[in-house]
Structure formats: structure tokens, C-alpha cells
């Protein structure tokens, strides 16, 4: 008898190991309110990611690593409100913040993360909202992960992976604060239901609603590594112009400074832009 309810305590037991193991889990990688935190697609759904890195759980867009940060603070200070601001390793938005975020309809952002309100400037809400809407027509989910994140959450998440990770290895997958495109508040990261379909659909179509593709697999040039589900929002026209060239971001952003460094070769049609 006694040793029958041992064996009834013993496997009560057992059964509960896989409940607190998920508790912990989950308080591992849950952020908290405010977080703005994105899961980054797993590599077996994210064609081309490879697996080579371990990729942090909750997800910081990497802004990447490139070259290291000019010594004694001479970043330059870039304007947020500049649609085509260069964000970068050598640039910072200092404690920008945008003046017109609204919050992105419940519907479109990813299931498991709907218990905090995600943020995104007005313009590219109205994109982003026809977007979806035109992705829904054709059988595709798109969920947002993560959207506008302030320069507070950012230098947190940040201090919370160079805390896990070293703040050099931290740095090859994380924005320092200042310095992460989704401080714009026109950046959004992706999580296309439906496998292969859904991350083709974005890829074909996302520069029709002004979103460009920041970090391709071209590390050589970002200093990035490869995140097909990182766009930002630049205006259609150049959304369009910068499929069409090829180029990576960056570099089909600093082409449009040095347009607009020459007026009046600039082509004005690519830079009417509500923003200004
Ligand atoms: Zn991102």
C-alpha cells in the first residue's frame, strides 16, 4: 500500500517536471510589457537564414555589427524624420523620437505576442495596413513582430544581451540604443504564416508598399548578418527604385544623399515624402 502511493507521488511528480520547465522558459524569454520584443523566424522557416548562428530568442533586428563604433563618441547624429536617414554603426538617432505613431491593428501583429500595443508611424501603418490586406486576399498571413522601439527599450535589450552574450558578440546581433532602425517608428519585422509562400509573397511585393528589405545575405556590405523579415519603409517610389536597382539598402541610401547633394539632377519625384 505505502509503496503503491509512493509510486502515485513519484509519477505526479514527473508529470509537473515539464510544466515548471515551461514557467521557467517562458520567464526566460518573456520581456515583459513595453518590450517590443519579436521571435525572429526560425531558420527552417526563413529561406536563406541558415542556422549558423544561434539567433537571440526574442528578437532584436540586428543592426549590425560592421565596422566598430568610431572611439570617443563621434557618431553622427542623424534626423529620424529624414525617411531615408541612415541608420547605422556610425550614425546615431540619439533619443529620437517620432511625433505621429499610432498602434497597429491587433489582427496584424503575431498571436503570441498581442499582450503589449506595437507602434508605427502613420504613413507606414496606411502601407502596411493595405499590405496586409492585399496579402490576406492572396491566401498570406503576414504577423508583425516587432514595430517602433524607443531608445529605453533598445539600450535595455541590448544591456540584457551583453550581459548574456558579451557586448562584442551582442553587438554583431543587436542595435546599440541610437542606432536600431526601428527607432523610426517605420520599421517592422515579419513572420509570414504559410512557409515558403509567405516569405516569397513579402519578398515580391513589399517594395509595391514602400517597404525595403534592410539586411539581405550581403554581409559583406552591411556588416549584417541576413534578416529576411526586417523592412523599413521608404515611400513607394523609392521602395520601387531601390528593387529595381539591385542595390542593397544602404548603399541605394547613400545614392539618394548624394542625388539630393546635386539637385537639380535629383529626381524630386523619388523624394516627395510627407515626413519632410
Ligand atoms: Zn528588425
Redesign the pocket.
Known sequence: MIRGVALVLICAALALVPYFYRLELQARIEPGPQADA?VPPSPAETPGSGSERPGPVE?L?LDAPGPEDPPGGSLEVVDGDDLFALVTKQTTLGQYKPHDLEVIPEKMIHPDQRQWPYLLRREPLEQLTKMWEAAEADGVLLTVT?AYRDYATQERLFNEYAAAYGEEEASTFSARPGQSE?QLGT?L?FDPRGGKAGWDWLEENAHHYGFALSYPDAQAITGYIE?P??YRYIGVAAAREWKESGLVLCEYLKLLQHRSAQQPVFNSSILKDPFR
Open positions: 519579436q528578437g533586428q516587432s526601428h520599421t519585422d534578416e523579415w526586417h
